[in-house]
């Protein structure tokens, strides 16, 4: 397991919501396991491979993170988006499902402060 989800050490000496701020803070994403069940990854990967033809690959410079020139700046494939997972009808549930999820909820509050939206600032 790498740094970036080992996080027992952590987990002994501080509250979990410290440790989860903290590797938000450090890693920029959190890895928060058993939120969806085998079945709802597998209708997410599902959803996502009915619409992988609508994915859009984008390789602007500023996307990488990173100045052009040096070893971490990449020369592989730019970033594929995919969008309006919310508009998809019936193959939006899980992804819907995850906006609420009572592990989910305090985390995002966490980042995005109380009473966030998708569609703009609280």
């Given at each position: 397991?790498?740094?970036?989800?080992?996080?027992?050490?952590?987990?002994?000496?501080?509250?979990?919501?410290?440790?989860?701020?903290?590797?938000?803070?450090?890693?920029?994403?959190l890895?928060?396991?058993g939120v969806l069940s085998p079945e709802e990854v597998?209708?997410?990967n599902r959803a996502i491979d009915n619409h992988a033809h609508e994915m859009v690959e984008r390789s602007d410079?500023?996307?990488r993170n990173a100045m052009e020139g040096t070893k971490f700046y990449g020369q592989g494939p730019g970033r594929k988006d995919?969008?309006?997972?919310?508009?998809?009808?019936?193959?939006?549930?899980?992804?819907?499902?995850?906006l609420a999820h009572p592990r989910l909820v305090p985390i995002?509050?966490?980042?995005?402060?109380?009473?966030?939206r998708m569609?703009?600032?609280p």
């Open positions: 397991m790498d740094n970036a989800t080992d996080v027992s050490s952590l987990t002994k000496e501080y509250p979990k919501e410290m440790t989860e701020e903290y590797l938000f803070d450090l890693n920029g994403y890895i928060v396991r597998a209708e997410a410079g500023a996307l995919l969008g309006r997972v919310l508009e998809w009808g019936k193959e939006s549930r899980v992804f819907k499902s995850i995002f509050h966490g980042i995005l402060g109380q009473g966030y569609d703009h600032l």
